[in-house]
């Protein structure tokens, strides 16, 4: 089982970025997705999660200016970012907190690999 994260670069100060991060393996379900992202000397924190049905919760810091959305199909949740602002610069993880396998193996609180978000003010 893998988490593939991609979308991450550098934009400037009220820019757009779109993340992805795709679940891949012999997937059954995934329970709620989510991004967080941390920078150095600091705790990783939530950005935004969404549930299978489509239940979403934002940071407050972001509300108003991103949006998660899931593709259950294809396991892959998205993170729209607009109005970015240089204190969003961070490295952006996504994380499902289970995966459930046609096995009936089940994964819980899963990591994909980071991407690095850069605001340039």
């Known amino acids: 089982v893998q988490l593939q994260a991609s979308g991450g670069g550098l934009v400037q100060n009220g820019g757009s970025l779109r993340l992805s991060c795709a679940a891949s393996?012999?997937?059954?379900?995934?329970?709620?997705m989510g991004w967080y992202r941390q920078t150095p000397g600091k705790e990783r924190e939530m950005v935004a999660t969404?549930?299978?049905?489509?239940?979403?919760t934002y940071a407050d810091s972001v509300k108003g200016r991103f949006t998660i959305s899931r593709d259950n199909d294809k396991n892959t949740v998205y993170l729209q970012m607009d109005s970015l602002k240089p204190e969003d610069t961070a490295v952006y993880y996504c994380n499902a907190d289970q995966i459930i396998l046609y096995s009936g193996y089940s994964y819980t609180n899963y990591w994909g690999q980071g991407t690095l978000v850069t605001v340039s003010s």
């Open positions: 969404i549930s299978s049905g489509g239940s979403a």
């Open positions: 393996g012999s997937i059954w379900s995934v329970n709620v």
